[in-house]
């Protein structure tokens, strides 16, 4: 009924009145304005004028498997495995279930929603259709485990790349891994890993960013942002998805070579937003102030204590003042 009813819309060129649409499908008014609502929700505008009737105005941004795979071919990233999907649990749980069945290194898993998406410390993360780009990327690199959190920067800074390039905006970078943009969050990353022994298995890079979102829950309002609420405009995901896998792959390759930050820091540093800001570590019931100093070769963030030593914080919560709402 609602696909009928978004057909006839998209045959009509101009208004269709409720009357036309109950008559040619045989259902009641009521069922033509539920049907109408639920197409709402999924993002497609719907003009209702009183005496006219119902008008198509934009059909929501789909993702659809040929063409991101066009546009990956197109950015250069032709190795690539793609694993798309309507709908997942979780790309990250999906990008786990596929490597441990041996997915190749570099396999990227994207799904135009998720029913269970997961972000940092437990906490669920919303993930429409329609508006958001969901995807994980699962990489095999032969590093120590130890060296692992930092592939969420490298991440981090390919993301930040990628939307400078497709959408000309420049986010800043909350250590160690959220994407900022006018002191709210853009993007979230997770990343997991397998180890056997002192080995990776693989690690999974999952990345959420609000692209096309238009509103918040009204706690997040203060603490969460999309590309179209900042820039005004709706942006293509798929191009988008494409141009950060691909900076993400350069920027692997360059941390590849030292198995560090040390090619990648002064672009990093240029983006973190604590740089040179007062920030609190919180660890447990803890909490301790100082000045971020910015980060060392092994992405570990650096701060400065009121007594002078230089503290170095590997994981764990840092706020910032000014940012998502904290004061
Ligand atoms: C965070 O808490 O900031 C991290 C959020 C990570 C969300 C992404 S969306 C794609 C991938 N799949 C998930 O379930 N989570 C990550």
Same mark, same amino acid.
Request: contains cysteine; proline residues 3%.
């Given at each position: 009924m609602k696909k009928e009813i978004l057909r006839l819309l998209m045959e009509q060129d101009g208004f269709i009145s409720g009357q036309q649409l109950c008559d040619r499908l045989k259902v009641s008014r009521t069922a033509v304005w539920k049907a109408i609502n639920q197409l709402r929700k999924e993002g497609f505008e719907i003009e209702a004028v009183s005496n006219r009737g119902y008008r198509l105005l934009t059909v929501p941004d789909r993702l659809?498997?040929? &063409?991101?795979?066009?546009?990956?071919?197109?950015? @250069? =990233?032709?190795?690539?495995?793609? &694993?798309?999907?309507?709908?997942?649990?979780?790309? !990250?749980?999906?990008?786990? $279930?596929?490597?441990?069945?041996?997915?190749?290194? %570099?396999t990227i898993v994207v799904a135009e929603t998720q029913t269970a998406g997961k972000g940092r410390r %437990? $906490?669920?993360? #919303?993930?429409?259709? @329609?508006?958001g780009i969901w995807m994980s990327l699962i990489l095999r690199p032969e590093i120590s485990p130890s060296k692992a959190s930092m592939l969420t920067l490298v991440a981090?800074?390919?993301?930040?790349? /990628?939307?400078?390039?497709?959408? %000309?905006?420049?986010? /800043?970078?909350?250590?160690? !891994?959220?994407?900022?943009? !006018?002191?709210?969050?853009?993007? %979230?990353i997770l990343t997991e890993m397998s180890t056997e022994l002192s080995e990776i298995r693989y690690v999974i890079v999952g990345i959420g960013i609000n692209v096309n979102t238009?509103?918040?829950?009204?706690?997040?309002?203060?603490? *969460?942002?999309?590309?179209?609420?900042?820039?005004?405009?709706?942006?293509?995901?798929?191009?988008?998805?494409? *141009?950060?896998?691909?900076?993400?792959?350069?920027?692997? &390759?360059?941390? =590849?070579e030292t198995q560090d930050l040390?090619?990648?820091?002064?672009?990093?540093?240029s983006r973190l937003v604590s740089l040179h800001k007062p920030v #609190?570590?919180?660890? /447990?019931?803890?909490?301790?102030?100082?000045?971020?100093?910015?980060?060392?070769?092994? @992405?570990?963030?650096?701060?400065?204590?009121?007594?002078?030593?230089?503290?170095? #914080?590997?994981?764990?919560? #840092?706020?910032?003042?000014?940012?998502?709402?904290?004061?």
């Amino acid at each position: 009924m609602k696909k009928e009813i978004l057909r006839l819309l998209m045959e009509q060129d101009g208004f269709i009145s409720g009357q036309q649409l109950c008559d040619r499908l045989k259902v009641s008014r009521t069922a033509v304005w539920k049907a109408i609502n639920q197409l709402r929700k999924e993002g497609f505008e719907i003009e209702a004028v009183s005496n006219r009737g119902y008008r198509l105005l934009t059909v929501p941004d789909r993702l659809t498997e040929a &063409q991101l795979f066009s546009d990956m071919q197109r950015s @250069g =990233l032709f190795h690539t495995e793609l &694993q798309f999907y309507d709908e997942i649990d979780s790309t !990250n749980h999906q990008a786990r $279930r596929l490597a441990e069945k041996g997915a190749s290194h %570099g396999t990227i898993v994207v799904a135009e929603t998720q029913t269970a998406g997961k972000g940092r410390r %437990g $906490r669920s993360w #919303v993930s429409p259709a @329609g508006c958001g780009i969901w995807m994980s990327l699962i990489l095999r690199p032969e590093i120590s485990p130890s060296k692992a959190s930092m592939l969420t920067l490298v991440a981090a800074l390919g993301t930040a790349e /990628g939307l400078r390039e497709m959408c %000309g905006i420049d986010c /800043g970078i909350k250590w160690p !891994n959220d994407l900022v943009l !006018n002191q709210k969050k853009i993007c %979230g990353i997770l990343t997991e890993m397998s180890t056997e022994l002192s080995e990776i298995r693989y690690v999974i890079v999952g990345i959420g960013i609000n692209v096309n979102t238009e509103a918040f829950p009204e706690e997040l309002l203060d603490k *969460a942002t999309s590309l179209k609420l900042e820039t005004g405009k709706t942006w293509k995901r798929s191009p988008l998805i494409a *141009a950060i896998g691909k900076r993400i792959e350069e920027y692997y &390759q360059i941390f =590849l070579e030292t198995q560090d930050l040390s090619q990648l820091r002064e672009a990093y540093l240029s983006r973190l937003v604590s740089l040179h800001k007062p920030v #609190v570590i919180l660890s /447990g019931e803890e909490s301790r102030e100082g000045i971020c100093r910015g980060i060392d070769e092994g @992405g570990e963030l650096l701060v400065e204590l009121p007594d002078g030593r230089i503290e170095t #914080v590997l994981s764990g919560e #840092v706020s910032v003042r000014g940012l998502y709402g904290y004061v």
